[in-house]
């Protein structure tokens, strides 16, 4: 649990807004020992945080992220669909569920199921701590509200390499390796790139896409669900470095 709290923390500090908060605060502590390098650092850093939370901004980052939705293979075994995180402690529920990231990712892949027939396995660990895991909460989810059965939980994962590689051990051993993987759209690369690393043939099964119907006038004024999604490209575009990195030094 303490390697995942440092590793996100880590992640923080080096994407937007995190980033752009350091260098404010570089730009507010060198403004009086070097008034023009501090000015630079508070205009560079005011400037990326307003360009970063317009929504203009935010979809020509996903959409440039993003992977599309692949047509089904007769070939695959099984379908993987991943966790996006859960809510703790909901009243409404009595108790933790999945979070909109993860039911945006699980009807997909009940509509996929239901579409080829295909079984299904869910990903997802407790890394924080909590007693369920997040791929239980998924099967309750699927099952119960979805109708749709799930033959494997994987519980063990606290990240999207140990969501590939715990994965690979329980299909393997099934003889799947050629699965169908439910992500979101900005997520895929990465994902793909774990699962592929792990030893399976992917089919993109992307959702989540970051379309829009036009343009308006809101869409170039700040907005926080956008400096969110600016977030998620460079927290992917970290991730796909830190990946690369891995297999160079492994291999």
């Given amino acids: 649990m303490l390697s995942w709290q440092l590793t996100n923390a880590l992640s923080s500090l080096l994407i937007p807004p995190g980033l752009l908060l350091v260098v404010l605060a570089a730009g507010l502590l060198l403004g009086r020992r070097r008034p023009q390098t501090g000015k630079a650092l508070l205009v ?33 075994g099984a379908i993987v669909v991943l966790g996006g995180g859960k809510a703790h402690g909901t009243p409404e529920y009595a108790g933790d569920t999945v979070r909109g990231t993860t039911l945006v990712r699980l009807r997909y892949a009940a509509h996929l199921q239901r579409r080829s027939g ?9 890394p924080e701590g909590s007693p369920q895991s997040e791929a239980m909460l998924m099967r309750t989810v699927l099952e119960r509200e979805f109708g749709v059965p799930v033959r494997w939980v994987e519980e063990g994962s606290a990240n999207t390499l140990e969501n590939a590689r715990l994965s690979y051990a329980i299909l393997s ?30 089919v993109p099964a992307a959702t989540g896409h970051a379309t829009r119907y036009r343009f308006t006038l ?18 992917e575009a970290l991730g796909i470095v830190w990946y690369r990195l891995r297999l160079i030094f492994q291999g």
């Fill in 218 to 235: 809101l869409d170039f004024l700040p907005d926080a669900p956008a400096l969110l999604d600016s977030a998620l490209f460079f927290r």
């Fill in 118 to 126: 295909l079984p299904l396995l869910v990903s997802g660990g407790s």
């Fill in 173 to 202: 051993a099934q003889g799947i390796r050629t699965i169908h993987l439910v992500t979101h759209a900005w997520h895929m690369r990465r994902a793909r790139l774990a699962f592929e690393q792990a030893g399976f043939q992917v």
């Fill in 44 to 76: 560079a850093g005011t400037a990326g945080l307003y360009l970063l939370s317009l929504p203009v901004t935010a979809h020509f980052l996903l959409g440039l992220w993003e992977l599309p939705a692949a047509a089904a293979a007769a070939e695959a």
